[in-house]
């Protein structure tokens, strides 16, 4: 798996699938932007078309360099192959309250990257998902029981490549300075945070390991 980092300066993809139309200020074009819009989270909206109608489905993923990772059932209709993906990711930081209805909004942070994603087997799968799990959990892998075979024949991981990707990034306040109504406006702030852990009752002889506890964002 390759870093994110030793790439983050290369520009993003300009095609006419990711080219910024509307409301062009809150693009983005550093391959950085989608870095970092990819690190904040951990589940993506993978949309796909099966038997002509479309599907989007909410799961988790890991990322490098090079690739975002997806997994799921060998039996889901979702993991397609051969065939183009949208993989959005969104984070909402606040709703935008103006003067007008018609100017609020949301301060949002997202990414979309389109691609056709191709199956990884052997050695390639489970490096993908030690990519995804240490994404998700960091420590985890080196913690708990990796996956058996049995296991890993039942998943299916699918590699999109990050060649073909968009962002935007809407932050600030109200863009309606000067509407006559005078009334208050402003922004809503939302944060998300961890909680303390919660101990599975058949875990209880066991400490919460250092991993979990020092996680960024826990109180």
């Known amino acids: 798996m390759s870093d994110p980092s030793a790439s983050s300066s290369a520009p993003l993809s300009g095609t006419e699938r990711t080219r910024h139309r509307r409301l062009r200020e809150q693009g983005r ?16 909206h993978l949309g796909v078309v099966v038997d002509d109608v479309p599907m989007v489905v909410p799961t988790v993923y890991g990322f490098d360099a090079g690739h975002l990772y997806v997994h799921g059932s060998v039996a889901s209709r979702s993991l397609t192959r051969g065939a183009t993906v949208c993989v959005t990711v969104t984070h909402v930081d606040g709703l935008v309250l103006a003067r007008s209805v018609f100017e609020h ?16 087997e052997g050695d390639e799968k489970l490096a993908a998902l030690r ?37 935007k990034v809407r932050e600030g306040h109200p863009d309606d300075a000067d509407d006559p109504h005078d009334v208050w406006a402003g922004i809503l702030p939302l944060a998300t ?23 960024p964002g826990l109180p």
């Not at 240490?134 to 024949?153: F, I, K, M, N, S």
């Not at 909680?195 to 020092?214: E, Y």
């Open 131 to 167: 990519c995804l799990t240490e994404h998700v959990a960091p420590g985890q892998w080196d913690y708990a029981r990796r996956p058996d075979r049995r296991e890993l024949a039942a998943t299916t991981i699918l590699a999109v490549p990050l060649d073909e990707a968009s962002v």
């Open 193 to 215: 945070s961890w909680q303390p852990p919660v101990t599975d009752p058949r875990a209880a002889h066991h400490p919460v390991p250092p991993h979990i506890l020092t996680r």
């Open 105 to 120: 909004g949301v301060d949002y942070r997202s990414a979309m990257i389109y691609g056709v994603p191709r199956v990884l």
């Open 29 to 44: 074009t550093g391959r950085e932007a989608l870095f970092e819009v990819l690190r904040a989270g951990f589940v993506c």
